[in-house]
């Protein structure tokens, strides 16, 4: 089996959506019978990354012991592992248990990886050109902070500059590489004409308690009274005591953690709110009417996209607009009002997006 190596971080600082979109790739490359590993900086990125694998697949994962915020500590642990000798634990997580600490047996290291996919934002062009002359390498790019020196880039935005990656052998550019995991491919959106249930998406960590602000909100406001508000959330999140408090003494208030079905979780929901990352992605295939907001600079290009090319209103930024709750609820309660509103949204979205992403990713890795 064609091995490929990805190297990425998640924590309180950079969330979980670098986690999650590699382990979507992960996963393709697993259907299409390759095999993928993981090289991490430390062990909370460990930690979450194995929290966040599916019940039936697993995958190893080599912490080197580097700054996140310093790729250039991790090369010597890749280069190593690139070459076939790691110097440090393995772990495998089980499927249903904790990570085991282990040490791979050496035959495991006789095919080399062909090709390293690489997900930070923190990664420089020597960073990149010191890997490139050990192996085939791609990178994942959302932020266009240079013009990066690798055999692939991915980046999938809605309309990318295609001159921009001039050092790469090849950019794959577009939405139709949204890396979303297999449940959101080949998705027929559920419509209904009356709004019951609204799903908030925050990220996974929400530093500003959006989730908590929104979620209050609609529960003292009349026209969401009868609704059902269903919250994303999870070990990370920077609030989440509060919403537990908030859902204890709201029945109406409904929290998921560790969803594994979260396609048909969206697809009981009528209504979104969330934020300009993955989980909006996710939406869009789902074919789920949503309101964005953005929370951080790389959110910026998706939601002005998002507004642009699938016709999904942003509400603004939740560090700079003045009443973001309040606008929220406005075009919420527009798009509730308005079923033929609703449909044609839903349908704007669900043509975006169809779900295939990662495994379009996968084969071009799987070919490096």
Known sequence: MRAVLIYTDGNTD????????CLSVACA??????????????ETSADLLASFFPEKSSFPIHVLHADYRKPETALGGLTRLLSHSPDGPVFSPAADGPKQE?????RFFAEQFPALLIDSYFVTQDFLE????????????????????ADLVINYDFAPPERFYSKAGKALLGCGFTPLRAQFSGLTPVFREQVEDVLISTGGTDAWNAAGKFAS??????????????????????????????AASHPQLLLHEKVTDMAGLMRTCDLAVSA????????????????????????????????????????????????LTGRLLSLLFSLAENPQKRSALSRSMHAAIDGKGAERIARELLSL
């Open 14 to 21: 950079i969330a979980t959506g670098h986690l999650m979109r």
């Open 29 to 42: 490359l697993q259907a299409l019978g390759g095999r993928a590993e993981f090289a991490v900086s430390d």
């Open 102 to 106: 282990s040490f791979l047996p050496e």
């Open 130 to 149: 010191a890997l490139r002359s050990l192996v085939k390498t791609a990178y994942i790019d959302d932020l266009y902070a240079f013009d990066y020196p």
């Open 217 to 246: 909100a609609l529960l003292t406001t009349p026209e969401s009274a009868s609704w059902r508000i269903h919250v994303l959330t999870g070990p990370m999140h920077a609030h989440r005591n509060e919403l537990q408090a908030l």
């Open 276 to 323: 300009a990352g993955t989980t909006l992605y996710e939406l869009c295939a789902a074919g789920v009417p949503s309101v964005s907001f953005t929370m951080a600079d790389n959110q910026l290009p998706c939601s002005r996209d998002m507004e642009r090319f699938a016709g999904i209103p942003c509400a603004g930024d939740v560090r700079s607009t003045p009443d």
